[in-house]
Nanobody
């Protein structure tokens, strides 16, 4: 059974940093693309960042230069380092697996999702 468990969320002041972790089990995740999405109240889930097994990464324009996605394949864990946080970054953050590694900015290509971790940025 595939499981994804996010952690590291919390409350932080604007300009601060958080590091999210996503621990995966039940699949050899080194073969798969991994993504981070977020969903704010009343809004659709949106793409944040993606990482392919070959080291390629991609980011939403809104987080480029502030967020960094990385992965430790030996630990089956993917991270999201978030710096210079803004109140508009407030959302529940989810990690997910993309078995084909295609269309990373869309929700549909991802087959397994974690339960989410809340990030709240105060102004």
């Amino acid at each position: 059974q595939v499981q994804l468990v996010e952690s590291g969320g919390g409350l932080v002041q604007a300009g601060g940093s958080l590091r999210l972790s996503c621990a995966a089990s039940g699949r050899t995740f080194s073969r798969y693309a991994m993504g981070w999405f977020r969903q704010a109240p009343g809004k659709e889930r949106e793409f944040v960042a993606a990482s392919w097994s070959g080291g390629i990464t991609d980011y939403a324009d809104s987080v480029k230069g502030r967020f960094t996605i990385s992965r430790d394949n030996a630990k089956n864990t993917v991270y999201l380092q978030m710096n210079s946080l803004k109140p508009e970054d407030t959302a529940v953050y989810y990690c997910a697996t993309n078995p084909r590694g295609t269309q990373p900015m869309l929700v549909d290509p991802y087959d397994y999702w974690g339960q989410g971790t809340q990030v709240t940025v105060s102004s």
